[in-house]
C-alpha cells in the first residue's frame, strides 16, 4: 500500500515540471526512475530530469534511474493499466516487450474506444445544453408568436433526438467499460 501512495505521490509531481527541486536533491534516482516506468516513459526522459535539476546544480544518476525504470515498467505493461491509459485518451507508449504488444494493444484501443465515445456523449450534451438555453430564452418573453410556436417544437424535438443519441451512446460505451479481458 505504501509503494501505491508513492507511485500516486510521484506521477501527481512529475504531471507539471519533470522534478522538483526537492526531489533533485533527495537524489532517490531508483524511485524517481521506478515512477518513470509506471508512467511508460521512454529512457531520453531523463533528460528532461537533467534540465530540470540542472538549475539547482544536481547531475541525475542515470544508472540507478534506468535500474529503477527497469522495476516501474513492468507496471506499466499491464492489460488493466494500458486499458485505462487509453481510456484517459493518452497515447500507448513503445516501452513494453514486443511478446506482449498484441493483447496490450487492443486492450488499450479497447480503452481508447471508451474515451471516444465518451468525447461524443460531452459533444451531444453540449448541443443539447445550447437547445436548452434558446428553449428558456424563446420561453422568457411569452406569449409567442406562431413563428416561435414552430421554433420551440423544433427544438424540443431536436433535444429529445440528441436525448436519445446520448441513450444510444451511453449503451454502446458500456460494451468497453472494463478491458476485454
Not at 530540470?52 to 492489460?79: F, M, N
Request: charged share 25%; net charge negative; proline share 5%.
Amino acid at each position: 500500500m505504501r509503494a501505491f501512495f508513492l507511485i500516486a505521490g510521484l506521477s501527481v509531481l512529475s504531471a507539471c515540471a519533470s522534478l522538483t527541486e526537492e526531489q533533485c536533491r533527495s537524489g532517490d534516482w531508483v524511485s524517481i526512475g521506478f515512477n518513470d516506468g509506471v508512467n511508460g516513459r521512454t529512457e531520453d526522459y531523463i533528460s528532461r530530469h537533467f534540465d530540470a535539476c540542472e538549475k539547482v546544480g544536481i547531475t541525475p544518476d542515470t544508472a540507478a534511474w534506468l535500474s529503477g525504470r527497469a522495476q516501474g515498467l513492468p507496471h506499466y505493461c499491464t492489460v488493466p493499466n494500458v486499458y485505462n491509459v487509453g481510456r484517459n485518451g493518452r497515447d500507448l507508449s513503445p516501452v513494453c516487450p514486443t511478446s506482449q504488444l498484441s493483447a496490450l494493444r487492443q486492450a488499450h484501443d479497447w480503452g481508447e474506444e471508451y474515451y471516444l465515445l465518451d468525447q461524443q456523449i460531452r459533444e451531444v450534451e453540449n448541443e443539447i445544453d445550447e437547445i436548452d438555453i434558446q428553449i428558456a430564452s424563446l420561453l422568457s418573453h411569452e406569449p409567442l408568436s406562431p413563428e416561435e410556436q414552430q421554433l420551440l417544437y423544433s427544438l424540443r424535438n431536436q433535444s429529445r433526438r440528441l436525448e436519445q443519441e446520448v441513450l444510444r451512446l451511453e449503451r454502446r460505451q458500456l460494451r468497453y467499460d472494463s478491458p476485454p479481458f
